[in-house]
């Protein structure tokens, strides 16, 4: 079975104008929410991306090229944005939306002779508040190849392979923030039915990466420590040279410090 790499809503009722109170009538005229029209079957399948801009596995791309993805459906673009990381850090300076594509604008020109991972973690939803099924990634490079490091491996929760399982890949240590949450990091992947996890297009690293995996219980996208099943390895991995592979690793997942020992 291939891993899956890469970066949930209510319905609404229209009744017959005549059997709606006066008060009710102002408010659907005067409360109602802009955005897309309502009504219809509740919305359960999730979106996807269908394109991007540059395409993944693209080299020589222009350093003064712009960001573009593009959704199978209208997007809640606030939760697209937050979700939306790029490594290295480059700033991007402005977000421009026409229908479902997103292009973000750098504010600088792209690093040179660099691979760029573009990713959209589950946090990214639609207009009806349904996520992608899984993070989403793509890569492309400014110099003459994309990188072709990998990291595989496997998470596994009592001894049992665990579907559905959030991995991120982060270059150097990672830890909590003052309130429990650690930060999604530039690779991300979620665990198919049979535990596994990939990650491809690793850029070469001088240290090493840490690895992360956890079920996200309450779909939020970060791993808050103190609350959901989870673990960190730290220091874990070293891809210090183009195409460097590392596999075999396996992630056994541990309950919170509330419901058992860390």
């Known amino acids: 079975m291939t891993p899956r790499t890469f970066p949930r809503a209510g319905t609404l009722r229209i009744l017959a104008a005549a059997a709606l109170p006066a008060a009710a009538l102002v408010c659907v005229s005067g409360c109602a929410k802009t955005g897309m029209p309502g009504g219809g079957p509740r919305d359960t399948e999730p979106p996807t991306v269908v394109s991007t801009a540059p395409a993944d596995g693209e080299a020589g791309t222009s350093r003064e090229s712009v960001i573009s993805v593009a959704f199978s459906e209208e997007m809640d673009r606030t939760s697209v944005e937050r979700a939306l990381s790029v490594d290295p850090d480059v700033a991007l300076g402005r977000f421009d939306w026409e229908g479902p594509r997103l292009t973000a604008q750098p504010e600088t020109l792209l690093p ?4 760029i991972v573009v ?3 589950e946090g990214a939803r639609d207009y ?17 190849s994309v990188a072709a490091g990998t990291i595989t491996g496997v998470v596994t929760l009592g001894g049992s392979v665990t579907p559905d399982a959030t ?9 909590a923030d003052s309130a429990g949450l650690v930060s999604p ?4 992947a979620v665990t198919g039915p049979d535990g596994n996890f ?11 990466y840490s690895l992360v995996a956890f079920l996200d219980a309450d779909g939020d996208g970060a791993f808050d420590s103190g609350r959901e099943t989870g673990w960190i390895a730290s220091y874990r991995v070293l ?8 596999g075999g690793i396996v992630l056994e997942l541990v309950p919170p410090p509330s419901e058992g020992s860390p």
């Open 185 to 188: 990091c530039e690779y991300q």
């Open 198 to 208: 990939a990650f491809r297009n690793v850029r070469t690293y001088d240290s090493r």
């Open 112 to 115: 040179d002779s660099t691979t």
């Open 167 to 175: 991995v991120w890949a982060c270059p150097g240590p990672v830890a």
């Open 128 to 144: 009806h508040g349904v996520a992608l099924s899984e993070p989403f990634s793509f890569a492309f490079s400014t110099g003459p």
């Open 239 to 246: 891809i210090d040279a183009p195409g460097d592979s590392t």
């Open 119 to 121: 990713s959209i973690g």
